[in-house]
């Protein structure tokens, strides 16, 4: 996989990739103080999936076989499925162990539940219910918006790991072609995942008891999420295993109680099911390969008489 990420890139290709790592981090940092600076972060991440269109092939091999939709749908079933778990222990050990962050981050929630609940009484607004709707569609919507660039956070993941592994193959250049890489491959993992952790905690000014808890919440979430980008090899699964999960929390939250478990069941349903007939599926293909080979068997005892 090594081999395949530091193909030669052209600089404009680098460019792009500086531009949605390090530019990201600077714009994160600036939302604090500037509103344009968000709009920017937003904009630059939707341009990401033009970034991600020219990676995302760089995860696989030469000699992969392309997968069905039944094994494509199985492998993002089964992703979300370990993320959920993943981060329900991550959820259960941060309330824990970081309890300031995890009063902060209740009370930002409760806060955001009640300012989307709030209804100040307007009578033009009582009068006019399409007002009211399209209110609610825009709080939703952009919730919703938010969440799926969100996902996009995965081009962000593979770009920095790809950088960092150029690095590590111009640095530690006799090491690198002795052919022992999966450290290398590691240590970049590891480098996003503290990069990840520390991202949430850029837009905004938060006391040191409160940062630990959100980098350390944050980086267990962003290592689940780099496991899953390396393990399936596929980089749009991930993102949408992201999305999906932002999504359905951010509707658990705020409009949808329990939405994420509820949503998580149907995965597990679905995973089952496509499990089961993939088996079934490939224990027909096996059969079919062992007729195939007894017929040809077969003939070359025959010609041989």
């Not at 991930?238 to 999305?243: D, R």
């Not at 096996?286 to 005892?301: F, K, P, S, Y």
Request: glycine share 4%; no cysteine.
């Amino acid at each position: 996989m090594t081999t395949n990420l530091t193909r030669p890139i052209s600089k404009k290709l680098l460019f792009s990739i500086l531009v949605v790592t390090i530019g990201a981090e600077v714009l994160l940092y600036l939302t604090r103080y500037s509103s344009m600076a968000g709009t920017l972060y937003d904009a630059l991440m939707v341009s990401s999936f033009f970034i991600g269109w020219e990676l995302y092939r760089r995860l696989g091999s030469p000699g992969d076989k392309a997968k069905t939709r039944r094994q494509l749908t199985l492998q993002f079933t089964g992703a979300f499925l370990i993320f959920f778990l993943g981060s329900t222990v991550i959820n259960v050990y941060s309330a824990n162990t970081f309890q300031d962050f995890s009063d902060h981050y209740e009370q930002y929630v409760h806060d955001y539940a009640d300012m989307q609940a709030y209804d100040p009484g307007d009578e033009e607004t009582t009068t006019e219910p399409v007002w009211a709707f399209f209110e609610k569609v825009d709080l939703v919507g952009y919730d919703i918006f938010a969440d799926t660039l969100a996902g996009l956070e995965e081009v962000w993941r593979l770009a920095y790991i790809i950088l960092f592994l150029l690095l590590f193959k111009k640095i530690f250049r006799k090491r690198w072609e002795s052919g022992r890489r999966d450290m290398f491959l590691m240590a970049a993992l590891f480098l996003t995942t503290i990069l990840f952790g520390i991202d949430h905690t850029l837009d905004s000014a938060q006391p040191w008891s409160i940062k630990i808890g959100s980098i350390v919440t944050f980086a267990n979430m962003g290592l689940l999420f780099g496991l899953i980008l390396l393990w399936t090899r596929n980089l749009w699964v991930t993102v949408l295993v992201h999305a999906l999960y932002d999504i359905t929390a951010t509707l658990s939250w705020y409009y949808v109680e329990y939405a994420v478990e509820l949503f998580a069941l149907a995965v597990l349903v679905v995973h089952l099911i496509l499990f089961t007939l993939e088996k079934v599926h490939q224990k027909r293909l096996n059969r079919e390969l062992q007729t195939i080979e007894l017929q040809q068997t077969t003939e070359v005892l025959q010609n041989a008489e």
